[in-house]
């Protein structure tokens, strides 16, 4: 998001967008203002709170997103936490708002608001090991299930999404921009990476795409994006949601721990929990490693598409840990 933009930039696109649909707002209190802009808004009629947000208006278009509503639905129908979407008045899954300041167009969708703390949050301040291997084994659980519900699952004929597959992560254009041509690599670290985009390419083709192991993910099921209530943990943004390989999932989880004392212990706990509900084959956990990969250089990716965000200090300490797997990576397979 460009700089100096500030709330009074959507805020009266947000109150706009709240007319389309079938609540009489109160409070209404911005909470993330990023890429996707999101507001906390009460219904002054019975005090429910409601999560409206303005998607960025380059990532999706309005099948897709009408597309993981879909998907969001069904999930809430099998028992899935998740925050339950709301239509429009006239049964409509958004509203197309523009933002006066910018003479953009966004769709504007409601949800309700979940309550709980973010997960990553919750493991920041727990310093028994033990009750925070709780928490990834309870989140194993919660993407087992998912992926369950998602692998039987059929969607509607008009369902469209992006697909994480081998081009989606390593083709030409990849989903999360090109990662070899970030600024702040070498020549050197930019051979080595296009090398081992060719090798993880043709790993990914090779792999199978039956639902067991192949449907649609989440993408981005990291601690961040978990709410925990008690022992309920629900699942917000599926921002990313894609077909793609259920090790994905898996691997995205534990990402930002790797390399941490308690990274062992916690991928334990997280397969215990995924195993407790759903089939985990050796075979699925031997990928972790490359998918991990995979992900540290789809984050390099996104860093290069956003030169305006100070990650500088992120996208060192992510460009050290995938030049090393990326040195590691023929030894993988």
Known sequence: MADGVTAETFTPAARE?????????????????SENVTYRVVDRRDGVAYALRLHRPWYHTIDELISE???IRALDEGGI?????????????????????TGERRFAGL?????????????RETADSRL???RFEQLGTLTASLHDQAAAWRPPARFTRHALDADG??????????????????????????????RLHAALARLERQPAVYSMIHADMHPGNILVDGDR??????????????????AVALFYHQGGPTFDAFERAYVAGYRSVRRLSEQSLALL?????????????????????DRAARFEETKAVVLDQCLSFEWAL
């Open 169 to 198: 992560f390593m083709g030409d254009a990849p989903h999360w921009g090109p990662f070899w041509d970030h600024r702040g690599l070498s020549d050197a670290e930019r051979r080595l990476m296009l090398d081992t985009r060719a």
């Open 111 to 123: 949800a309700r608001w979940t309550t709980g703390r973010v997960l990553a949050e919750v493991l």
């Open 81 to 101: 936490a998740v925050q339950a979407p709301m239509r429009t008045r006239d049964g409509q899954e958004y509203a197309s708002v523009t933002i006066p300041a």
């Open 289 to 309: 490693p490359m998918f991990r990969l995979v992900r540290g250089l789809a984050q390099i990716g996104w860093f290069h598409q956003r030169p305006e965000l």
């Open 132 to 134: 925070a291997a709780r």
């Open 233 to 250: 943990l629900t699942v917000i943004d599926f921002d990313d949601a894609a077909w793609g390989w259920h090790a994905y999932d898996i």
């Open 17 to 33: 967008a709240l007319k389309a649909f079938p609540i009489e707002p109160d409070a209404l209190e911005l909470m993330s203002l």
């Open 69 to 71: 509503r879909d998907w």
